[in-house]
């Protein structure tokens, strides 16, 4: 079983930074993307930014230009990178490896809060 661990959540002011982990106990390089979705109070989980296998990165447009998906493949460990954060990013993150290039099947995270305070 692929075990997921986020680390690096927390409060910060509108306009600060934070710095995303999440180290997995196998290989991501096995999987086809490594991702980062994050959940809002009263709201659906949602795909912030993922990482192929290659390195090709996706954003969703909300965040596109303020945070950066990285992985380091020799440390099994992919990044988020948030800068310029804002009230509306406060929420859950969570780490996905996604199996399949459809997205359809993941090992998940449990989850770190970030909130960001106005």
């Known amino acids: 079983q692929v075990q997921l661990v986020e680390s690096g959540g927390g409060l910060v002011q509108t306009g600060g930074s934070l710095r995303l982990s999440c180290a997995v106990s196998g290989s991501i390089f096995s999987f086809y993307a490594m991702a980062w979705y994050r959940q809002a109070p009263e709201k659906r989980r949602e795909l912030v930014a993922a990482i192929t296998s290659r390195g090709s990165t996706n954003y969703a447009d909300s965040v596109n230009g303020r945070f950066t998906v990285s992985r380091d493949n020799a440390k099994n460990t992919v990044y988020l990178q948030m800068n310029s954060l804002k009230p509306e990013d406060t929420a859950v993150y969570y780490c996905?490896?996604?199996?399949?290039?459809?997205?359809?099947?993941?090992?998940w995270g449990q989850g770190t809060q970030v909130t960001v305070s106005s």
């Open positions: 996905s490896a996604v199996i399949h290039s459809d997205f359809e099947g993941k090992f």
